[in-house]
C-alpha cells in the first residue's frame, strides 16, 4: 500500500498541477447584465480599430452570428488553461501547486486584514460611468501545458497590437506585464512587451492620483517632479512572489462578439513590471479581475456595462473557451442558472467576491458547522469567496474537519481508505472501479440559493487505483474559497449591478 500512495502521488500532482480530472466518477444519493464596460473618468476613450476582427479566431464568426440582431456586441476573451511542462514531474507540479495555493490564501487573508491607504479615497474619485453598451470577448484556456493551476487569457496590447496570455485572476486587483528592460525576470512563452515599440504607451506620473492606488517598493523613489517623474509600484503575492515595475497607460485591443469586430480601448491602466518572481510558469503577466478600482472588469465597465462571465474548461483540456465582458444572451437563458448574491463590500477598494455561505451538504444532509464558521470578522479574516486563481477549494478548519468526516463515513466500505496519503485527505482505492460513487456535494447560501458540484469537481481521480477529496483546510482564522477546480464546467457570471453571483453547468469545451 505504501507503494500504491507514493506512485498515485505522483499522479495527483498530475491533476492539481496538470489538473487532469476525470469524469470517471458517479454521484451517491443524488436528490447586471454582461453588456458594456464603465471606464473611471480618468478612461475615456475609446477607439475602433483597424483589426478587421483578425484577432478572434475565423471559426467564431460563424456562432456569433446567430446572436439576435437586438443586442450589442458584447466583448469576449479567450481563455486557456496552463498545464504542466513536459520537462515536470507530477510530483513537482503537485507540490507546485499546493505550495502556491497556500501561499495565496495567507496573502489573501493579510490583504483582507489589513487597510488600503488612501485606496478608499483614490477608488470614489475614480468612480466609473457608463458611455458605451458593447460585449467583449477573449479566450481562456487551462494553463497545464506551462506548469499551472491557472487560467490563461489572450489579451492584446499596444499599438501595433501584440498577442500576451495573461493569468486570469479574480482575487486580485493590478494588471501587469513583464516589461523590458527585464532585469529580473521569471521565464514566460514568447517576448516580454516592449514599450518603445509601442506608440501608445504612456507612464503614469508620481504625482498621479492614481498612483495612490498602488503600494511603492520597500524603498521609494521621491517623487520630485510630480508631473514628470514615473509612479513605481510593488505588489505581492505571498511565496515571494511579486511584480515590482512603473505604473503605466496602455491600448487594450478587444475582440467584439460581432463578426469580425474588434475595439481598442486608450488608457487602461497598468503595471510594467521590470522585476517579477514566482510561480507565474510562463505567461506573460497578470490579468486582474477582482472588485477594486484598478482591475480590468472595473476600467473597462464604460464598455461592457456592469457584468462578466467565464467557463472554465476541465482541468488538463487542449481546448479554449470564453471570458465574455457584457450580457450573454445564452447565460441568461440557460433553464439551470441560479443565483447568490455577494456579500456587501465594505470599502470602494475592496478586491475580493465574497459570497454569504449558509452551510455544507455531504450526500444531501446539511453537516453540523457553526455559523460562525462562515462570518466575517471585524478584522476582515474570515468569510467565503469565489476565486479563479487558487487551484482547489479550501474550508475554514472547523468546517472542513467536518466535511471530511462527512465523506469518510458516508463512502462506500467496499473502497478501502488509504492511511497516510500525501496532502489530500481521505483517498481511496478504486482499483479495478470504473465509476465509483461518492456522495454528492452542495453549497447552500444565506439567501437560499444552493449550488450541486458533479463528483469530478471535488474528487480527483489520480489513476485507475487513487481517488482523493479534492477539498483542503485553512487555518481557523483562514477564509474559505472556491477555487477554478471546483468551478470547471460551470458558467460564471458576475453581475455587479444586482451585486449576485451566478452559476450555470455548462460544457466548457463547446462554449
Not at 148 to 157: F, P, Q, R, T
Request: net charge negative.
Amino acid at each position: 500500500m505504501a507503494q500504491l500512495a507514493e506512485r498515485s502521488l505522483l499522479l495527483l500532482l498530475v491533476l492539481i498541477s496538470p489538473f487532469v480530472a476525470s469524469a470517471g466518477v458517479a454521484k451517491l444519493n443524488s436528490s447586471s447584465p454582461l453588456f458594456g464596460i464603465e471606464f473611471p473618468s480618468f478612461n475615456t476613450a475609446v477607439a475602433d480599430t483597424g483589426c478587421d476582427g483578425k484577432l478572434v479566431a475565423a471559426e467564431e464568426a460563424g456562432d456569433e452570428r446567430t446572436q439576435p440582431a437586438s443586442l450589442s456586441p458584447s466583448l469576449k476573451l479567450h481563455m486557456t488553461r496552463r498545464a504542466a511542462a513536459a520537462s515536470s514531474t507530477r510530483k513537482d507540479s503537485f507540490l507546485d501547486s499546493a505550495q502556491k495555493d497556500a501561499a495565496r490564501i495567507e496573502t489573501m487573508r493579510r490583504r483582507a486584514s489589513s487597510a488600503r491607504p488612501g485606496g478608499e479615497r483614490a477608488a470614489a474619485a475614480y468612480s466609473p460611468r457608463r458611455a458605451l453598451s458593447e460585449r467583449l470577448v477573449a479566450t481562456v484556456e487551462s494553463g497545464v501545458a506551462v506548469g499551472s493551476g491557472e487560467y490563461l487569457m489572450d489579451v492584446y496590447v499596444g499599438t501595433p497590437p501584440r498577442r500576451f496570455q495573461m493569468t486570469m485572476d479574480t482575487g486580485s486587483d493590478l494588471n501587469w506585464l513583464q516589461c523590458a528592460p527585464c532585469l529580473d525576470c521569471f521565464e514566460q512563452r514568447g517576448p516580454v512587451f516592449e514599450p518603445a515599440a509601442s506608440s501608445t504607451y504612456r507612464n503614469v506620473t508620481c504625482g498621479d492620483q492614481r498612483c495612490g492606488l498602488v503600494a511603492p517598493p520597500e524603498a521609494p523613489r521621491a517623487c520630485r517632479r510630480p508631473g514628470e517623474d514615473p509612479c513605481p509600484y510593488y505588489y505581492w503575492y505571498g511565496d515571494q512572489s511579486n511584480t515590482t515595475g512603473d505604473l503605466a497607460l496602455e491600448s487594450f485591443t478587444v475582440n467584439l462578439t460581432a463578426p469580425g469586430a474588434s475595439r481598442r480601448v486608450d488608457g487602461v491602466v497598468f503595471g510594467c513590471g521590470h522585476r517579477n518572481r514566482g510561480l507565474f510558469h510562463g505567461a506573460a503577466g497578470l490579468l486582474g479581475l477582482g472588485r477594486g478600482p484598478l482591475s480590468f472588469a472595473s476600467q473597462l465597465r464604460a464598455v461592457y456595462g456592469h457584468t462578466f462571465s467565464y467557463c472554465l474548461v476541465d482541468h488538463g483540456s487542449d481546448v479554449g473557451s470564453k471570458v465574455v465582458f457584457g450580457e450573454d444572451p445564452l447565460l441568461l437563458a440557460h433553464p439551470r442558472l441560479n443565483y447568490t448574491a455577494f456579500a456587501p463590500a465594505s470599502s470602494p477598494a475592496d478586491t475580493f467576491y465574497y459570497i454569504q455561505l449558509r452551510g455544507v451538504l455531504v450526500g444531501g444532509e446539511l453537516l453540523n458547522i457553526s455559523s460562525d464558521t462562515w462570518g466575517v470578522s471585524a478584522d476582515g479574516s474570515g468569510g467565503t469567496i469565489i476565486d479563479s486563481g487558487t487551484t482547489l477549494s479550501y474550508f475554514a478548519e472547523p468546517a472542513y474537519r467536518v466535511i471530511r468526516q462527512a465523506f469518510v463515513d458516508r463512502m462506500s466500505r467496499s473502497y478501502p481508505l488509504i492511511a497516510d496519503f500525501p496532502v489530500l485527505n481521505p483517498c481511496y482505492n478504486v482499483s479495478g472501479v470504473e465509476r465509483p460513487e461518492v456522495p454528492e456535494l452542495s453549497l447552500a447560501f444565506a439567501d437560499g440559493a444552493v449550488w450541486d458540484f458533479p463528483a469530478e469537481n471535488y474528487f480527483i481521480r489520480l489513476d485507475d487505483e487513487i481517488m482523493c477529496l479534492a477539498v483542503l483546510g485553512t487555518p481557523r482564522s483562514g477564509m474559505s474559497i472556491i477555487g477554478n477546480f471546483q468551478q470547471q464546467n460551470f458558467h460564471v457570471v458576475y453581475d455587479l449591478q444586482k451585486n449576485r453571483l451566478g452559476f450555470a453547468p455548462r460544457r466548457c469545451a463547446e462554449v
